[in-house]
């Protein structure tokens, strides 16, 4: 049974480039979690999201932020116009239920040069 | 007030010692406890849920308090590679996500 998968696992883009995150949870996973942590600071919470459903995105900027699940297919999180503040590890967490353990993958880490 | 706040630190214990962290959460209606490690720029990783009645796994025990609303970990004979930052977790219901406290960082010396 593979982890949580995320990929890639650094992504370099240029100021006012879009970035995408995708995310593949564990197999029977219907729960999705998306955390940006910056560096020397804590994990934040993003966005929750169930199959074809956002559940929770009050962690997420207003703009130029996006999360999906489709019925088939990865998480993808989706940032239009980067710029240099958005660099920062982005996790991707995923969970059988409501109140189960989560488990994470490995990150992406987004660079914007 | 943090809907989680936990200590401080950071912590340098030597090796072979006890440490023990703690972790208060403000929502009374906090369903579900856990503790996560994280090593420097890696995933966090589960370490171990807590139950009402406490638990232990080897060398760490975790016991929750609901009536003070604070939850504990407990790392005996410590080893080098505890070394790590060490995340109090809470999932409230109604909140419905998981709610990462902002770390203990622990570093055990030769």
């Known amino acids: 049974n593979a982890g949580v998968m995320q990929n890639p696992r650094h992504l370099v883009r240029r100021r006012g480039q879009e970035a995408r995150l995708r995310c593949s949870p564990m197999k029977g996973h219907s729960h999705v979690y998306w955390y940006r942590q910056l560096p020397e600071e804590g994990l934040k919470f993003m966005v929750y999201l169930q199959k074809e459903n956002i559940i929770d995105e009050s962690g997420m900027p207003k703009e130029r932020f996006s999360a999906e699940f489709p019925k088939e297919g990865p998480s993808i999180l989706r940032i239009q116009q980067v710029v240099r503040g958005d660099s920062a590890a982005y996790f991707c967490?995923?969970?059988?239920?409501?109140?189960?353990?989560?488990?994470f993958g490995q990150g992406t880490r987004l660079t914007v040069v | 007030r943090k809907e989680v706040e936990q200590d401080p630190g950071p912590f340098n214990v030597p090796e072979g010692a006890t440490v023990a962290f703690n972790c208060t959460y403000s929502n009374s209606a906090s369903q579900s406890f856990f503790w996560y490690r994280q090593d420097c720029r890696k995933e966090p990783k589960l370490l171990m849920s807590v139950y009402s009645s406490g638990n232990e796994d080897g060398r760490f025990t975790a016991q929750l308090n609901r009536a003070s609303q604070y939850i504990s970990l407990l790392i005996r004979d410590s080893k080098l590679s505890d070394s790590a930052t060490y995340l109090c977790?809470?999932?409230?219901?109604?909140?419905?996500?998981?709610?990462f406290g902002s770390g203990t960082q622990l570093t055990v010396l030769p």
């Open positions: 977790v809470v999932n409230i219901r109604s909140a419905r996500q998981l709610t």
């Open positions: 967490a995923s969970s059988e239920g409501v109140n189960t353990e989560a488990f």
